[in-house]
Protein backbone atom coordinates (compact mmCIF):
# COMPACT_ATOMS: atom_id res chain seq x y z
CA UNK A 1 0.00 0.00 0.00
CA UNK A 2 1.13 3.39 -1.07
CA UNK A 3 1.24 6.36 1.52
CA UNK A 4 -1.98 7.96 2.32
CA UNK A 5 -2.12 11.04 1.82
CA UNK A 6 -5.21 13.51 2.74
CA UNK A 7 -6.43 15.76 -0.62
CA UNK A 8 -9.20 18.06 -1.12
CA UNK A 9 -12.09 16.31 -3.25
CA UNK A 10 -13.87 19.19 -3.14
CA UNK A 11 -14.65 23.03 -2.20
CA UNK A 12 -17.79 25.27 -1.89
CA UNK A 13 -17.61 28.69 -0.37
CA UNK A 14 -20.30 30.53 0.86
CA UNK A 15 -21.17 34.55 1.21
CA UNK A 16 -23.88 37.07 2.46
CA UNK A 17 -25.51 38.77 -0.40
CA UNK A 18 -25.21 42.28 1.14
CA UNK A 19 -22.55 44.40 -0.48
CA UNK A 20 -20.28 46.67 1.87
CA UNK A 21 -18.36 49.18 -0.22
CA UNK A 22 -15.70 51.88 0.05
CA UNK A 23 -18.43 54.43 -0.94
CA UNK A 24 -20.18 53.16 1.85
CA UNK A 25 -17.50 53.40 4.15
CA UNK A 26 -16.97 57.17 2.99
CA UNK A 27 -20.65 57.78 4.92
CA UNK A 28 -19.31 56.16 8.17
CA UNK A 29 -15.69 57.06 9.18
CA UNK A 30 -13.37 59.80 7.42
CA UNK A 31 -11.86 57.75 4.74
CA UNK A 32 -12.07 57.29 1.06
CA UNK A 33 -11.72 55.06 -2.37
CA UNK A 34 -8.47 55.87 -3.26
CA UNK A 35 -6.57 55.49 0.34
CA UNK A 36 -8.23 51.98 0.77
CA UNK A 37 -7.74 50.26 -2.26
CA UNK A 38 -4.57 51.92 -2.74
CA UNK A 39 -3.25 50.64 0.88
CA UNK A 40 -5.07 47.60 1.38
CA UNK A 41 -6.50 46.29 -2.48
CA UNK A 42 -10.22 46.28 -1.23
CA UNK A 43 -13.55 47.51 -3.01
CA UNK A 44 -15.73 46.11 -1.54
CA UNK A 45 -16.79 43.41 1.25
CA UNK A 46 -20.06 41.35 1.89
CA UNK A 47 -21.66 41.87 5.03
CA UNK A 48 -23.98 39.75 6.81
CA UNK A 49 -27.18 41.34 7.90
CA UNK A 50 -30.04 40.25 9.57
CA UNK A 51 -31.23 38.86 13.01
CA UNK A 52 -30.75 35.36 13.94
CA UNK A 53 -27.61 34.68 11.73
CA UNK A 54 -24.29 33.68 12.79
CA UNK A 55 -20.87 32.33 10.98
CA UNK A 56 -22.63 28.79 11.40
CA UNK A 57 -25.37 29.90 8.76
CA UNK A 58 -22.48 30.83 5.90
CA UNK A 59 -20.62 27.70 7.53
CA UNK A 60 -23.28 25.34 6.97
CA UNK A 61 -24.41 26.34 3.51
CA UNK A 62 -21.01 25.81 2.59
CA UNK A 63 -21.07 22.55 3.95
CA UNK A 64 -24.25 21.66 2.29
CA UNK A 65 -23.14 22.94 -0.96
CA UNK A 66 -20.15 20.41 -0.56
CA UNK A 67 -21.51 17.70 0.01
CA UNK A 68 -24.03 18.09 -2.44
CA UNK A 69 -21.68 18.54 -5.40
CA UNK A 70 -19.31 16.11 -4.37
CA UNK A 71 -22.37 13.49 -3.85
CA UNK A 72 -21.23 12.94 -0.05
CA UNK A 73 -24.15 11.69 2.20
CA UNK A 74 -23.47 13.27 5.42
CA UNK A 75 -23.94 10.25 7.59
CA UNK A 76 -20.26 9.36 5.71
CA UNK A 77 -18.54 12.33 7.25
CA UNK A 78 -16.14 11.01 10.26
CA UNK A 79 -15.01 14.95 11.91
CA UNK A 80 -15.48 18.29 10.96
CA UNK A 81 -13.27 20.73 12.15
CA UNK A 82 -14.21 24.32 12.01
CA UNK A 83 -11.75 27.41 11.82
CA UNK A 84 -13.44 30.66 13.05
CA UNK A 85 -12.67 33.55 15.20
CA UNK A 86 -15.92 34.18 15.37
CA UNK A 87 -18.16 31.52 17.00
CA UNK A 88 -21.85 31.91 17.51
CA UNK A 89 -21.10 31.29 21.18
CA UNK A 90 -17.89 30.99 23.25
CA UNK A 91 -19.50 27.24 24.15
CA UNK A 92 -20.26 25.23 22.19
CA UNK A 93 -18.24 24.83 19.24
CA UNK A 94 -19.85 26.39 16.42
CA UNK A 95 -18.71 22.86 14.78
CA UNK A 96 -21.23 21.34 16.83
CA UNK A 97 -23.76 24.04 15.44
CA UNK A 98 -22.91 23.41 11.73
CA UNK A 99 -23.07 19.34 12.06
CA UNK A 100 -26.25 19.61 13.44
CA UNK A 101 -27.69 21.97 10.67
CA UNK A 102 -26.47 19.71 7.87
CA UNK A 103 -27.21 16.71 9.73
CA UNK A 104 -23.41 15.18 10.19
CA UNK A 105 -25.10 12.65 12.29
CA UNK A 106 -21.86 10.00 13.00
CA UNK A 107 -19.56 13.09 12.79
CA UNK A 108 -17.62 14.21 15.45
CA UNK A 109 -16.53 18.45 15.07
CA UNK A 110 -14.75 20.66 17.01
CA UNK A 111 -13.43 24.48 16.74
CA UNK A 112 -9.78 25.77 16.23
CA UNK A 113 -8.72 29.49 16.29
CA UNK A 114 -5.93 30.53 15.08
CA UNK A 115 -6.57 33.71 13.75
CA UNK A 116 -6.49 34.19 10.22
CA UNK A 117 -4.01 31.22 9.81
CA UNK A 118 -6.83 29.27 11.25
CA UNK A 119 -8.05 27.30 7.96
CA UNK A 120 -4.52 26.44 7.08
CA UNK A 121 -4.00 25.00 10.70
CA UNK A 122 -6.89 22.62 10.77
CA UNK A 123 -6.48 21.84 7.21
CA UNK A 124 -3.03 20.61 8.79
CA UNK A 125 -4.84 18.84 12.11
CA UNK A 126 -7.49 17.20 10.04
CA UNK A 127 -5.02 16.21 7.28
CA UNK A 128 -3.41 13.93 10.33
CA UNK A 129 -6.97 11.93 10.37
CA UNK A 130 -7.02 10.68 7.01
CA UNK A 131 -2.93 10.09 6.72
CA UNK A 132 -3.18 8.09 9.25
CA UNK A 133 -5.31 6.01 7.74
CA UNK A 134 -8.08 6.42 10.72
CA UNK A 135 -10.75 8.34 8.48
CA UNK A 136 -11.90 7.97 5.37
CA UNK A 137 -13.74 11.85 5.07
CA UNK A 138 -13.06 14.96 7.30
CA UNK A 139 -14.73 18.57 6.54
CA UNK A 140 -12.21 21.78 7.19
CA UNK A 141 -14.70 24.70 7.22
CA UNK A 142 -13.49 27.94 7.71
CA UNK A 143 -15.91 30.96 8.28
CA UNK A 144 -16.13 34.33 10.21
CA UNK A 145 -18.98 37.17 10.79
CA UNK A 146 -15.66 39.14 11.42
CA UNK A 147 -18.73 42.06 11.47
CA UNK A 148 -19.73 40.98 14.51
CA UNK A 149 -16.45 42.41 16.12
CA UNK A 150 -16.06 45.66 13.91
CA UNK A 151 -16.25 48.86 15.23
CA UNK A 152 -17.47 50.85 12.38
CA UNK A 153 -16.36 54.12 13.67
CA UNK A 154 -12.70 53.28 13.68
CA UNK A 155 -11.22 53.48 10.19
CA UNK A 156 -7.89 51.76 11.00
CA UNK A 157 -10.28 48.54 11.11
CA UNK A 158 -13.76 48.54 9.58
CA UNK A 159 -12.07 49.17 6.08
CA UNK A 160 -10.54 45.65 6.27
CA UNK A 161 -12.79 42.89 7.15
CA UNK A 162 -15.52 40.91 5.21
CA UNK A 163 -17.61 37.96 6.35
CA UNK A 164 -17.61 34.99 4.68
CA UNK A 165 -15.99 31.24 4.32
CA UNK A 166 -15.55 28.01 2.81
CA UNK A 167 -15.42 24.14 3.18
CA UNK A 168 -13.32 21.17 1.45
CA UNK A 169 -13.27 17.61 1.94
CA UNK A 170 -10.92 15.64 2.53
CA UNK A 171 -9.99 12.02 1.66
CA UNK A 172 -7.37 9.47 1.10
CA UNK A 173 -5.41 9.53 -1.97
CA UNK A 174 -2.48 7.42 -2.45
CA UNK A 175 -1.36 8.07 -6.25
CA UNK A 176 0.91 11.18 -4.94
CA UNK A 177 -1.58 13.49 -4.84
CA UNK A 178 -2.76 15.60 -1.87
CA UNK A 179 -0.80 17.60 1.13
CA UNK A 180 2.71 17.21 0.81
CA UNK A 181 4.09 19.17 3.63
CA UNK A 182 2.96 21.60 5.84
CA UNK A 183 5.01 23.79 8.17
CA UNK A 184 3.27 25.81 11.12
CA UNK A 185 4.51 28.30 13.67
CA UNK A 186 2.66 30.52 16.12
CA UNK A 187 3.90 33.26 18.92
CA UNK A 188 2.03 34.60 21.52
CA UNK A 189 4.26 37.41 22.23
CA UNK A 190 2.44 38.63 19.14
CA UNK A 191 -0.76 38.93 20.95
CA UNK A 192 -0.42 42.53 22.30
CA UNK A 193 -0.37 43.78 18.39
CA UNK A 194 -3.82 42.33 17.23
CA UNK A 195 -6.46 40.97 19.81
CA UNK A 196 -10.23 41.49 20.89
CA UNK A 197 -9.39 43.05 24.77
CA UNK A 198 -12.66 41.45 26.29
CA UNK A 199 -14.89 39.06 26.33
CA UNK A 200 -12.50 36.14 27.41
CA UNK A 201 -11.69 35.19 31.02
CA UNK A 202 -9.17 37.43 31.80
CA UNK A 203 -11.95 40.59 31.21
CA UNK A 204 -14.89 39.23 30.78
CA UNK A 205 -18.08 41.18 29.37
CA UNK A 206 -19.15 43.81 32.02
CA UNK A 207 -21.23 47.49 31.35
CA UNK A 208 -17.63 48.89 31.19
CA UNK A 209 -15.86 46.37 28.55
CA UNK A 210 -19.03 47.42 26.72
CA UNK A 211 -18.67 51.26 26.82
CA UNK A 212 -14.75 51.16 25.95
CA UNK A 213 -15.77 49.61 22.88
CA UNK A 214 -13.52 46.60 24.17
CA UNK A 215 -15.27 43.36 22.17
CA UNK A 216 -14.38 44.98 18.90
CA UNK A 217 -11.18 43.86 17.15
CA UNK A 218 -7.77 46.11 18.30
CA UNK A 219 -4.87 46.05 15.67
CA UNK A 220 -1.67 48.27 15.61
CA UNK A 221 -1.46 48.18 11.77
CA UNK A 222 1.74 48.63 11.34
CA UNK A 223 3.52 46.04 13.81
CA UNK A 224 1.13 43.47 12.24
CA UNK A 225 1.75 44.52 8.65
CA UNK A 226 5.66 44.40 9.51
CA UNK A 227 5.36 40.94 10.96
CA UNK A 228 2.97 39.42 8.39
CA UNK A 229 5.50 40.74 5.11
CA UNK A 230 8.48 39.28 6.95
CA UNK A 231 6.91 35.53 7.87
CA UNK A 232 4.59 35.13 5.17
CA UNK A 233 6.95 35.57 2.71
CA UNK A 234 9.66 33.98 4.88
CA UNK A 235 7.61 30.63 5.23
CA UNK A 236 6.44 30.19 1.78
CA UNK A 237 10.15 30.43 0.45
CA UNK A 238 10.95 27.90 3.56
CA UNK A 239 8.47 25.18 2.35
CA UNK A 240 9.50 25.46 -1.34
CA UNK A 241 13.04 24.95 -0.86
CA UNK A 242 12.60 22.31 1.84
CA UNK A 243 10.98 20.79 -1.16
CA UNK A 244 13.23 21.30 -3.70
CA UNK A 245 10.47 23.65 -5.61
CA UNK A 246 11.64 26.01 -7.94
CA UNK A 247 9.52 29.15 -8.55
CA UNK A 248 8.64 27.69 -12.03
CA UNK A 249 7.40 24.52 -10.14
CA UNK A 250 4.66 26.25 -8.49
CA UNK A 251 1.42 26.42 -10.02
CA UNK A 252 -0.56 28.85 -7.81
CA UNK A 253 0.16 31.22 -4.69
CA UNK A 254 -3.27 30.76 -2.40
CA UNK A 255 -2.42 32.99 0.24
CA UNK A 256 -4.41 34.79 3.04
CA UNK A 257 -6.19 37.91 1.81
CA UNK A 258 -5.27 40.38 4.51
CA UNK A 259 -3.32 43.23 2.27
CA UNK A 260 -2.97 43.43 -1.48
CA UNK A 261 0.80 44.72 -0.37
CA UNK A 262 1.47 41.87 1.68
CA UNK A 263 0.37 39.18 -0.90
CA UNK A 264 2.87 41.34 -3.45
CA UNK A 265 5.43 40.45 -0.91
CA UNK A 266 4.94 37.09 -0.41
CA UNK A 267 4.66 36.42 -4.28
CA UNK A 268 7.78 38.37 -5.18
CA UNK A 269 9.61 36.39 -2.61
CA UNK A 270 8.94 33.35 -4.37
CA UNK A 271 9.77 34.51 -7.77
CA UNK A 272 6.37 34.24 -8.76
CA UNK A 273 4.87 35.72 -11.85
CA UNK A 274 1.14 37.52 -10.16
CA UNK A 275 -0.51 35.68 -12.84
CA UNK A 276 -0.24 32.65 -10.64
CA UNK A 277 -1.58 34.34 -7.48
CA UNK A 278 -4.66 33.91 -6.18
CA UNK A 279 -6.38 37.31 -5.39
CA UNK A 280 -9.70 38.29 -4.60
CA UNK A 281 -9.29 40.46 -1.56
CA UNK A 282 -11.18 43.80 -3.99
CA UNK A 283 -14.22 41.65 -3.20
CA UNK A 284 -14.48 40.18 0.07
CA UNK A 285 -11.89 42.21 1.91
CA UNK A 286 -10.26 40.29 4.97
CA UNK A 287 -12.77 37.30 5.73
CA UNK A 288 -10.13 35.84 8.54
CA UNK A 289 -10.66 32.10 8.20
CA UNK A 290 -12.45 32.16 4.97
CA UNK A 291 -10.30 34.12 2.79
CA UNK A 292 -8.15 30.85 1.29
CA UNK A 293 -11.55 28.40 0.73
CA UNK A 294 -12.91 31.68 -1.00
CA UNK A 295 -9.76 31.83 -3.46
CA UNK A 296 -9.87 27.98 -3.73
CA UNK A 297 -13.32 27.86 -4.85
CA UNK A 298 -13.33 30.52 -7.08
CA UNK A 299 -9.95 29.07 -8.86
CA UNK A 300 -11.46 25.59 -8.91
CA UNK A 301 -12.28 25.41 -12.23
CA UNK A 302 -8.81 26.85 -13.65
CA UNK A 303 -7.17 23.79 -11.36
CA UNK A 304 -5.88 20.90 -12.66
CA UNK A 305 -4.61 17.46 -11.35
CA UNK A 306 -1.21 17.41 -10.01
CA UNK A 307 -1.16 21.36 -9.98
CA UNK A 308 1.41 22.22 -7.32
CA UNK A 309 -0.11 24.84 -4.70
CA UNK A 310 1.11 26.63 -1.76
CA UNK A 311 -1.39 27.67 0.98
CA UNK A 312 0.09 30.45 2.94
CA UNK A 313 -1.26 32.69 6.07
CA UNK A 314 -0.52 35.07 8.79
CA UNK A 315 -2.48 36.01 11.59
CA UNK A 316 -3.45 37.18 15.41
CA UNK A 317 -1.80 35.01 18.11
CA UNK A 318 0.87 35.44 15.74
CA UNK A 319 0.05 32.35 13.62
CA UNK A 320 1.91 31.84 10.38
CA UNK A 321 2.11 28.90 8.05
CA UNK A 322 2.64 27.04 4.84
CA UNK A 323 0.84 24.11 3.07
CA UNK A 324 2.36 22.67 -0.08
CA UNK A 325 -0.14 19.93 -1.63
CA UNK A 326 -0.49 18.50 -5.32
CA UNK A 327 -3.92 19.16 -6.40
CA UNK A 328 -5.99 16.64 -6.84
CA UNK A 329 -8.75 16.24 -9.54
CA UNK A 330 -9.79 18.18 -13.08
CA UNK A 331 -12.37 20.63 -13.53
CA UNK A 332 -15.70 19.01 -13.82
O1 LIG B 1 -5.14 39.38 8.67
C1 LIG B 1 -4.40 39.27 9.79
C2 LIG B 1 -3.39 40.23 10.04
N1 LIG B 1 -3.69 41.61 9.69
C3 LIG B 1 -2.96 42.22 8.75
O2 LIG B 1 -2.19 41.58 8.08
C4 LIG B 1 -3.12 43.71 8.57
C5 LIG B 1 -1.76 44.35 8.48
N2 LIG B 1 -1.80 45.80 8.40
C6 LIG B 1 -2.25 46.47 7.32
O3 LIG B 1 -2.75 45.87 6.38
C7 LIG B 1 -2.03 47.95 7.25
O4 LIG B 1 -1.17 48.35 8.30
C8 LIG B 1 -3.34 48.79 7.32
C9 LIG B 1 -4.15 48.62 6.07
C10 LIG B 1 -4.15 48.40 8.54
C11 LIG B 1 -2.99 50.27 7.44
O5 LIG B 1 -2.17 50.67 6.34
P1 LIG B 1 -0.80 51.46 6.58
O6 LIG B 1 -0.24 51.74 5.26
O7 LIG B 1 0.03 50.67 7.54
O8 LIG B 1 -1.30 52.81 7.23
P2 LIG B 1 -0.90 53.44 8.63
O9 LIG B 1 -1.57 52.74 9.75
O10 LIG B 1 0.58 53.65 8.67
O11 LIG B 1 -1.56 54.87 8.49
C12 LIG B 1 -1.08 55.86 7.53
C13 LIG B 1 -1.96 57.08 7.63
C14 LIG B 1 -2.17 57.59 9.06
O12 LIG B 1 -2.20 59.01 9.00
P3 LIG B 1 -0.92 59.88 9.38
O13 LIG B 1 -0.58 59.49 10.80
O14 LIG B 1 0.14 59.48 8.39
O15 LIG B 1 -1.42 61.28 9.24
C15 LIG B 1 -3.50 57.05 9.43
O16 LIG B 1 -4.15 57.84 10.41
O17 LIG B 1 -3.25 56.81 7.12
C16 LIG B 1 -4.23 57.16 8.11
N3 LIG B 1 -5.35 56.20 8.00
C17 LIG B 1 -6.35 56.36 7.13
N4 LIG B 1 -6.63 57.32 6.23
C18 LIG B 1 -7.75 57.19 5.49
C19 LIG B 1 -5.52 55.04 8.69
N5 LIG B 1 -6.65 54.45 8.25
C20 LIG B 1 -7.19 55.23 7.30
C21 LIG B 1 -8.33 55.15 6.50
N6 LIG B 1 -8.57 56.14 5.61
N7 LIG B 1 -9.19 54.10 6.59
Redesign the pocket.
Same mark, same amino acid.
Given at each position: MGKINAAITGIQGNVPNDLLTNKDLEKL @????DE? +?FS $??GIKERHIQKGEGLATSDMAAEAVKGLLEKTNTDPLDIDLLICATVTPDFVFPATGNVVSDKVGLKNAWSFDLNA??SGFIYALSVGSQFIETGKYKKVIVVGADKMSSIIDYTD $??TC? +?FGDGGGAVLLEPNEEGYGIIDSIMHADGSGREY?HQKAGGSLKPASHETVDAKEHFVY?E??S @? =?KF &?VSNMADVSAKIMEQNNLKSEDVDWLVP?Q &? !?LR +?IDATSRRMGLDSSKVMINIQNYG !?T?NGTIPLCLWEWENKLKKGDTLILSA =???GFTWGAIYLKWAYDPS
Open positions: @VDTNW +I $RTAC $RTI +ILQGK @V =F &AH &A !N +I !NT =FGG
